[in-house]
């Protein structure tokens, strides 16, 4: 018998190690602790695999020696987990291909095992051969590299498949694929993964059919936070900020288990955690000089550098609400009343919008397009200030789609598909912005729409994820009102030679599409005009480069959609991280991304000449796009000038 806190440290420290395997938790104990009464049944076992669950379970009392729990790890998350990382199709065909190999060391090592587990079926008996050859890490000849057959299925083959399930999972560059409907459907060869979003579409339909989502329900203000890390403080964004919402939990607070083991807390036993998923758009590598060898720094310390990957990896993981877990502190309440200090916060977020309000409604709300205002009723009207900032927010939400915002297609008519779309994204926003501010959000404001959303979410589930990254931007955007007044320059300042120098330093720095890397101290002038002429640069132009780019595209291919033309806007005005919104693997996603990737090979040059239309000199002209090249290029850095600044002829204006 070995000690459990052992096994404990032992299997977490293998799975620290194993980046591929971070969402499952491994349970250490007796039969009798594990599972109950059954457990007198179960025999000697050492470990076994819940895939539904992604638990492990050791059996401490069967375990003797490191190197039989090392063994019975590796049995259970390179052999039964790790053959999940295959897609479902790829599973099923090495699990055919074990069972019917030619081989004579596969047979053999079948017909022991088939002595051991007569009553298992093909499938299970295959993964246990997979599994057992899983246990050791052998150094083959061969490496995986060509579609699994029968005759082709060598006993090196497979050891070099388990090779490499191992190492991908070590980096992380490999996870699972195949989800199987419950921990005994494990060995089954269909039951393809429901994809994520449509998990998330289909409960919300359900609960906008009960009357039951996030945004029907009757707000309470004791607690006022979105959904977040318990042990981070990190809030989630997007469609997990969205399902972890839908769970019914009045605690935000959220954590995997071993973040719970981390500050010594413990998930109670029999509890079901929650899937999300999150994508990694860059990784670590280690810096090599010109021979391939690793820098090293001062201290003899290997260099990492952050790479940007092509195409993002997505990860999935099993959290738990705090109310799951014993030992978290207590969540504090709030009062139920909005406070003076929230009030303040949603008017600043209002006042410094720039989008103009007018109380001049009886009983309606609304935001005009084409004026760029919002209407509403007057503060009186409502039964409370949380009802009228709620609604504020909602408005001021639909007013982010602006062409000079976020630009979303506002054209709908009520009871059309477009704006259905956009009522969902602004109701989603509106629930965490209202609630990370505190004024909450009127469950009756909104009901006329149910329909439409039930039937958007039945035509097409992942719009259920655009959506959520959309209404994401949208809060991102109406929370930022709070920190600075929003300003907009027109292009013909832009375009002029009458900004300052620092001013054209942000514009030039936006056209080459480097990083945003401001050279001024952060308290001086200089730094806001830089950071104006930045941001402005890439507003003003993306619609016009974009709808010029894809027309030209279009021509050469009618097919192309406005996925395409979504990822010209990225190139040309790119998000803080890379942000397809549309499912890996899909013609859209490849859309996107070739109209991003061939945009920012071509785009830069020709907006550094648009800027200098209207300089005052040709050696302005000729020194801004030679700096622009330059940067494109990676020649120089970005330069700190030295400049005298000019006053603007006119003000800045708002929105």
């Known amino acids: 018998m070995t000690e459990k806190a052992f096994i404990e440290n032992i299997g977490n420290s293998f799975l620290d190690n194993h980046k591929g395997l971070d969402d499952i938790e491994i349970r250490v104990g007796s039969p009798e602790e594990l599972f109950g ?28 020696s490191l190197e039989g729990l090392e063994k019975t790890l590796r049995h259970e998350l390179i052999g039964h987990a790790g053959i999940n990382t295959f897609s479902p199709d790829d599973k099923a065909k090495l699990l055919d291909a074990i069972t019917h190999s030619p081989d004579k060391e596969i047979q053999e090592q ?52 388990s090779k490499y399930v191992s190492e991908g999972l070590k980096t992380g560059q490999i996870t699972q694929q195949t989800f199987p409907e419950s921990d005994q459907a494990q060995f089954q060869k269909t039951g393809k993964k429901e994809p994520y979003y449509e998990t998330v579409a289909n409960k919300l339909i359900e609960q906008l059919e009960q009357g039951t989502a996030p945004w029907q329900k009757p707000w309470e203000a ?3 936070a979105i959904p977040h890390n318990a042990v981070t403080g990190n809030r989630y964004k997007g469609i997990n900020a969205l399902h972890l919402s839908m769970q019914g939990r009045s605690d935000p607070r959220w954590l995997t288990y071993k973040q719970a083991q981390s500050v010594n807390a413990q998930v109670r036993k029999g509890e079901k955690g929650t899937r999300i998923e999150y994508y990694k758009f860059e990784e670590e590598k280690l810096k090599r000089d010109e021979n391939g060898k690793p820098v090293l720094d001062a201290d003899g310390n290997k260099v990492k550098i952050k790479i940007k990957l092509d195409t993002p990896r997505v990860f999935s993981a ?34 410094n919008s720039g989008v ?34 709620a609604t504020a927010l909602h408005e001021l939400g639909h007013s982010t789609g602006h062409p000079s915002r976020l630009d979303r297609d506002l054209s709908g008519r009520f009871g059309s598909e477009s704006y259905a779309k956009e009522e969902l994204r602004a109701e989603i926003s509106s629930l965490m912005t209202g609630t990370e501010l505190g004024v909450g959000h009127d469950p009756g404001q909104h009901a006329a729409y149910v329909k439409s959303w039930i039937k958007v979410l039945k035509d097409d589930p992942k719009e259920i994820l655009i959506a959520s990254k959309d209404a994401e931007k949208i809060t991102n955007l109406v929370l930022s009102y709070e920190k600075e007044k929003s300003q907009s320059i027109t292009s013909e300042q832009i375009k002029s030679s009458e900004v300052s120098e620092a001013f054209k330093s942000g514009v030039e720095k936006a056209i080459s599409a480097t990083d945003y890397d401001n050279p001024y101290h952060p308290s001086s002038p200089e730094f806001k005009e830089f950071s104006a002429g930045f941001n ?7 619609d016009s480069i974009a709808d010029r780019i894809y027309s030209e595209k279009k021509e050469e291919n009618p097919q192309l959609s406005e996925a395409f033309k979504q990822g010209i806007k990225e190139a040309i005005l790119p998000s803080n991280q890379f942000d397809n919104p549309y499912p890996i693997g899909s013609p859209e996603y490849k859309e996107f991304n070739n109209g991003l990737h061939q945009t920012q090979k071509a785009v830069p040059i020709k907006l550094a000449k648009k800027f ?23 020649k120089i850095e970005q330069p ?16």
Not at 359 to 385: M, R, V, W
Not at 536 to 542: L, V
């Open 640 to 655: 700190t000038l030295n400049v005298k600044i000019k006053e603007p002829t006119q003000p800045d204006m708002e929105r």
């Open 356 to 389: 103009p309000l007018h109380h001049d409604q009886s009983d309606s709300a609304y935001y005009i397009p084409s004026k760029d205002e919002i209407h509403l009723p007057k503060k009186e009207q409502f039964d409370d200030a949380g009802k009228y900032y």
């Open 37 to 64: 009464e059954k457990g007198k049944s179960l025999g000697d076992f050492q470990g076994a695999f819940f895939p539904k669950s992604r638990i492990v379970a050791v059996n401490n009392e069967a375990i003797n």
């Open 222 to 224: 004791s607690f006022d």
């Open 612 to 634: 200098t239309e209207n300089f005052k000199t040709e050696d302005d002209k000729n020194r801004f796009i030679e700096q622009v090249q330059k940067q494109l290029e990676n």
């Open 318 to 351: 099993t959290v738990f609400n705090a109310e799951q877990v014993d030992g978290l502190p207590e969540l504090e309440n709030k009062s139920k009343e909005m406070s003076w200090e929230e009030v303040e916060r949603v008017e600043k977020i209002l006042n």
């Open 536 to 542: 402005n640069a890439k507003r003003e132009i993306t």
């Open 110 to 161: 079948r017909d022991q095992l088939k002595k051991l587990y007569p009553n298992h079926d093909d499938n299970r008996l295959a993964e246990e051969v997979f599994a057992t050859i899983s246990e050791t890490e052998y150094d083959v000849p061969v490496r995986f590299n060509e579609s699994i057959r029968a005759d082709n299925l060598s006993m090196d083959n497979l050891k070099a498949i």
